[in-house]
């Protein structure tokens, strides 16, 4: 990043490896906010943008207790 700014940003819908997030946050390097898949998709559920959360219930057969009957 050279220019006219005082941070970056770099989002992905995967995650940042180690040596990312060491570099973004570098000594003597301007900072760089990493925004991963899961925190951009908690920010958008935050923000109510663009996304609907539905609860699911699953229900699964315990095949041993009727077994027992």
Known sequence: MMGR?????IMT???FSPDARREATRDGAPPINLID???LCDKLKDLSLGVETKLV???S???D???QL
Not at 5 to 9: A, E, I, M, N
Request: proline share 5%.
């Open 57 to 59: 219930e699953k229900v």
């Open 37 to 39: 898949g899961e925190s």
């Open 13 to 15: 819908t995967g995650t």
């Open 61 to 63: 057969v315990e095949p």
């Open 65 to 67: 207790w009727f077994d």
């Open 5 to 9: 700014t005082d941070k970056g940003l």
